[in-house]
């Protein structure tokens, strides 16, 4: 049973952010959902079996964009149990055929924007004195693979800041998931020139269900880290 009733999900539009807020709003939880792309999200809404309290469409790399986010989700649902943060970007690529360009947008959006979404929610969460950040640096956010230097980087970035925000916040009662789930059949694929089996990767649907189990815990209670990976690619 989902402990955590008020749940603001990025990424929502698509993938595994997708997946958590179908089987979020099945069991009725209140959500607030945000994405890029302002008709995929207003698809959702409709389509969910508890409408949303609140969604905004926009970019996360605007700070301004954030604080607005979590500002009015915090004014509509009066604050939230869970945030999962499931937006970013993927680049497979071997690293001197990388761009400064493309190094300076992964790392904007992998790790700034998970700084400024976890930022502003945990303010509001330390208010609270309640909470539960979930998100998925995956795999290569603990364990680095060839063409991955940039990506990993990203992803090692966001664990590093996320456990030192958890010794930061945990005399408040805000606690952090970390999800390192190999790989997943999203549309971060979809753009990758990388040969991979889709077949065999971990299905959206069964990593929506792993952030199901965090926020199924009791209050007292934290899943720190989960590590889940098909069997042909365990570590």
């Known amino acids: 049973m989902i402990t955590r009733k008020k749940v603001l999900i990025t990424g929502a539009t698509s993938g595994i952010g ?28 409709a389509e969910l079996t508890n409408p949303p ?10 700070e301004k964009f954030v604080i607005q986010l979590v500002s009015e989700s915090d004014s509509v649902m009066g604050g939230f149990d869970a945030v999962v943060h499931c937006a970013g970007i993927g680049l497979i690529k071997p690293v001197f055929e990388t761009t400064d360009a493309e190094l300076y947008k992964v790392l904007n959006i992998n790790l700034r924007v998970t700084y400024l979404v976890a930022r502003e929610t945990c303010k509001v969460m330390v208010r ?6 979930v998100t998925l640096p995956g795999i ?20 590093g ?3 030192c925000m958890a010794l930061e ?66 570590l």
Not at 18 to 38: F, H, I, N
Not at 53 to 62: E, F, M, P, R
Not at 140 to 159: E, H, N, T
Request: hydrophobic share 40%.
């Open 18 to 45: 997708r997946e958590t807020a179908l089987k979020l709003a099945a069991q009725g939880v209140s959500l607030s959902l945000t994405g890029r792309c302002p008709e995929k999200l207003e698809a959702l809404a």
């Open 161 to 163: 800041l996320l456990k």
């Open 169 to 234: 916040l945990q005399r408040f009662g805000v606690g952090f998931t970390l999800l390192h789930l190999g790989g997943v059949d999203t549309p971060f694929w979809d753009n990758i020139e990388m040969k991979v089996d889709r077949t065999k990767m971990i299905s959206a649907s069964t990593a929506s269900d792993v952030i199901l189990t965090a926020l199924s815990q009791p209050g007292h209670l934290v899943l720190n880290e989960l590590t889940l990976q098909p069997e042909s690619h365990q």
């Open 53 to 62: 309290q609140y969604h905004l469409a926009g970019d996360l790399t605007s």
């Open 128 to 133: 609270d004195k309640r909470g539960l950040f």
């Open 140 to 159: 290569l956010g603990k364990a680095p693979m060839r063409g991955a230097a940039i990506y990993a980087a990203s992803k090692y970035g966001v664990v």
